[in-house]
Every structure is written in structure tokens, then in C-alpha cells.
T-cell receptor, first 114, second 111 residues
Framework: DSGVTQTPKHLITATGQRVTLRCSPR?????VYWYQQSLDQGLQFLIQ???????AKGNILERFSAQQFPDLHSELNLSSLELGDSALYFC?????????????FGPGTRLTVL | AQSVTQPDIHITVSEGASLELRCNYS??????LFWYVQSPGQGLQLLLK??????LVQGIKGFEAEFKRSQSSFNLRKPSVHWSDAAEYFC?????????FGAGTTVTVRA
């Protein structure tokens, strides 16, 4: 158990819908990262927040957005869902934002878009 | 582009045999390298990491990895594989603040 929690574990929804994925980082960690794992794209970095501020952006679609709240939990919002958004979404957290900070991963949320 | 490559998509190994998973990186400066394991239906678990210093790194579950700058490699090894080692293994390098992952190697363990 990494100490990072993600809810829900599974999410099934229809195209065009909007969903919110939630992540609670390890106690004391200030950075939260979101990754997407799909069969065709592999594991891809989406976005990072550090202490409530956006720090880095990766291959995140405009239909997707995220935020980190004062209590440091984070939410990833996915809207106008398409079939291709079906994937496993991971959250990770680290103590700080340095390159040597180890990222600890949550169990993931599996999103299925029908 | 700066990245990592895992040349082997799938490896099958007998229980008790040794295992080596290859990882090559492309990075101009000193790379910060990681190996993660993903068991079926699970999240990613950190096996080990290399930042600097001793090039032979020990990790959890009996795994070790060796950093070889001359070969741009960071191969993962285990002397004797257990059935529970069947999983997908990912090599990753830190680019800016994010992890860039290889495509992964799936390990099957046969009895």
C-alpha cells in the first residue's frame, strides 16, 4: 500500500459525459501527478500540481482539467468523453517537486467509456 | 527525444531461473532512473531507483539494477524468479518533473 488513494476504482460511463476522478496523496506529500495508461499510448504523464499550483503539463487534452485543493487532494475532470478516453488513470504523489523525489502511485481508476 | 526504451515486450522465464530486463535511456545529462512493477489489476510499485553514486542499486523483492553510462543502460536483474514476479515492469526516467516511461516488459513465469 503506497498511501495514495484513488476513487472510484472503476467508472463506466457513456460518450459525451463528464466524470471526476479523485486522488488523496500520501500524508505530507505536496506534489500530485496524473498519468493515463492505455493500450495504444502506454503510460503518459498528464499534469502535475504542487501545493495547489499547476507545475507541469504533459499530453493532457483540453477536455481534461485538474486541480489541487487546500487539503492537497486532487481531482481530474474529464468531459465530453470519447471511446478513446477509456484507460487506467493513475495518481502519484511525492514529497516535493524535485527531480529526485520518488513518485508513489495509487491503485488507479479504470474508466470505461461506452 | 529524451526517453527510455525497453526492447523486450514479453519475456518468459522458468521459476527459479534468473531474469534480466533491459532498459536503454536517451538523456543528455545525468539521468534519474526508476524501475516500477505493475501486477495484474494493481498500481505501480517502485522497485528501485538510481540518482548517483554506486552504479549497482539494490531494490525490493530481491531485484537489483546496474547503471552503465557507457551503454546508456539500466538493466534490472533478479537471480531467482518466483511465480509472484509475473507482472509488467516499467523503466522510467525523470524529464523535468515528470516520469517518462518505457513501453513495459511483461514477464511470464512458468512452473
Amino acid at each position: 500500500d503506497s498511501g495514495v488513494t484513488q476513487t472510484p476504482k472503476h467508472l463506466i460511463t457513456a460518450t459525451g459525459q463528464r466524470v471526476t476522478l479523485r486522488c488523496s496523496p500520501r500524508s505530507g506529500d505536496l506534489s500530485v501527478y496524473w498519468y493515463q495508461q492505455s493500450l495504444d499510448q502506454g503510460l503518459q504523464f498528464l499534469i502535475q500540481y504542487y501545493n495547489g499550483e499547476e507545475r507541469a503539463k504533459g499530453n493532457i487534452l483540453e477536455r481534461f482539467s485538474a486541480q489541487q485543493f487546500p487539503d492537497l487532494h486532487s481531482e481530474l475532470n474529464l468531459s465530453s468523453l470519447e471511446l478513446g478516453d477509456s484507460a487506467l488513470y493513475f495518481c502519484a504523489s511525492s514529497v516535493d517537486q524535485g527531480r529526485t523525489d520518488t513518485q508513489y502511485f495509487g491503485p488507479g481508476t479504470r474508466l470505461t467509456v461506452l | 527525444a529524451q526517453s527510455v526504451t525497453q526492447p523486450d515486450i514479453h519475456i518468459t522465464v522458468s521459476e527459479g531461473a534468473s531474469l534480466e530486463l533491459r532498459c536503454n535511456y536517451s538523456y543528455g545529462a545525468t539521468p534519474y532512473l526508476f524501475w516500477y512493477v505493475q501486477s495484474p489489476g494493481q498500481g505501480l510499485q517502485l522497485l528501485l531507483k538510481y540518482f548517483s553514486g554506486d552504479t549497482l542499486v539494490q531494490g525490493i523483492k530481491g531485484f537489483e539494477a546496474e547503471f552503465k553510462r557507457s551503454q546508456s543502460s539500466f538493466n534490472l536483474r533478479k537471480p531467482s524468479v518466483h511465480w509472484s514476479d509475473a507482472a509488467e515492469y516499467f523503466c522510467a526516467v525523470v524529464l523535468d518533473y515528470k516520469l517518462s516511461f518505457g513501453a513495459g516488459t511483461t514477464v511470464t513465469v512458468r512452473a
